[in-house]
């Protein structure tokens, strides 16, 4: 059973940890050495970046009031030494540093020369886009110029491996640190040019700037634009940034990255065959479907254009119009019946005899003319009545107005 005393909620959690940063004296004032990356300077005016050394990283923020005691601006790479406070932000359940002060470092000389040059050769268009050569989708050979030793080769060796074992690799085991490495790496990429492989990736696994810095000289940056080979460039690990990543035709955070960028993975390939079977098979499928459906047709047709089929069909037409010709005859005389029905029934309405039948005469003189008005009458003037059944003779004797 769980005791629910001992359950808290996240902010509760949060709380409690923060509370407990805030107890602790040291955590209070303290200053912390290590390597500036992920940089971020925010419209608001906070400065967000990470504090690293070989052995982990730190989440840090300069809030824009403290940067007035900021005298210089902060860039990837660069080693300082930061004054703060560690504290937990609550909502987020992470801690962070909170720094009011950022010192320059012993190795502020290599930044300031690595800033340098790269303005330098920035302004002479070798980190222009337009110079990038592109990769190969499909390679035979890869190119490596890296140590001999260590996790960066092993790692570009196992990966491109397993994406595609028919690639060639041909290492050449360069000294990536140190007097030595500049000319080292320099003739790495010549012999490497000159054996003709399809693409090269040049670099080694993470450092300090002062491990890393044989990829921020001239020389290697120079090699590495002049080679007619496109070259990926992996140094370090991926906040480490280098005059030879801005240089190299493509940059890739890590070795093992460099090496899924420049082998195409061969089970994607054959994931992608027997994609595009199984697409032309349903094709194929519906297409034979579509077929059979118009040979059904066809055959449909066939039939209703036979002579027997025709006969059918006309004798049907035949007696479907026999139909309707004897339908509308029996509308026509009942047109008739009923338009003669009213012309009888008008007739009625006009007719004299109807009238005398229903008790009306008719005043005719001796000539035969209607008498309608007194005026046409004189006393003692012979008159005949007709009546329903017959005529009846009378003599005017009084005429009253």
Excluded at 353 to 363: A, D, F, I, M, R
Aim: with cysteine.
């Amino acid at each position: 059973m769980i005791d629910i005393r001992n359950v808290y909620t996240v902010g509760q959690l949060n709380a409690y940890i923060k509370n407990m940063f805030t107890q602790d004296y040291l955590l209070r004032s303290l200053y912390v050495k290590g390597e500036v990356s992920n940089c971020k300077y925010h419209t608001s005016g906070h400065i967000y970046f990470t504090l690293k050394d070989p052995r982990g990283t730190v989440s840090c923020v300069m809030f824009a009031g403290n940067r007035p005691g900021l005298s210089f601006r902060l860039a990837e790479g660069m080693q300082v030494i930061v004054g703060g406070t560690v504290d937990v932000y609550e909502r987020d359940g992470k801690y962070q540093l909170y720094a009011k002060q950022i010192l320059a470092d012993g190795n502020g000389l290599l930044y300031e020369r690595y800033e340098r040059l790269k303005a330098e050769l920035e302004e002479l268009g070798m980190f222009d886009q337009t110079y990038k050569q592109p990769i190969p989708r499909y390679i035979k050979t890869l190119g490596v110029v890296t140590a001999d030793t260590g996790a960066a080769v092993r790692d570009i060796i196992q990966i491109a491996g397993r994406r595609n074992p028919y690639v060639q690799i041909i290492l050449y085991p360069a000294i990536v640190q140190g007097e030595a490495a500049v000319a080292s790496i320099v003739k790495g990429i010549h012999t490497l040019e000159g054996c003709g492989v399809d693409v090269m990736i040049v670099g080694r696994g993470g450092g300090s700037i002062e491990d890393l810095w044989a990829f921020n000289e001239r020389e290697v940056a120079q090699a590495i634009f002049d080679c007619t080979v496109p070259v990926i460039s992996a140094v370090g690990h991926e906040t480490d940034t280098t005059i030879a990543d801005f240089v190299a035709d493509l940059r890739a955070p890590t070795p093992s990255a460099a090496a899924e960028l420049a082998v195409t993975d061969i089970r994607e390939i054959l994931r992608q065959l027997e994609s595009h079977k199984d697409a032309l098979d349903r094709n194929l499928g519906r297409l034979l479907e579509r077929k059979r459906g118009q040979c059904a047709q066809y055959e449909l047709r066939l039939k209703v254009v036979s002579p027997g089929s025709r006969l059918r069909e006309r004798k049907m037409t035949a007696l479907s119009l026999e139909e309707r010709l004897q339908d509308r005859i029996r509308k026509i005389l009942e047109m008739r019946r009923h338009g003669l029905a009213l012309y009888i029934e008008r007739m009625k309405g006009v007719s004299p005899l109807e009238k005398l039948n229903s008790g009306y005469s008719y005043v005719m003189d001796e000539q035969g003319r209607n008498i309608r008005s007194v005026a046409q009458v004189t006393e003692g003037q012979a008159l005949q009545i007709q009546v329903k059944d017959g005529k009846i003779g009378a003599v005017v004797q009084e005429v009253t107005v």
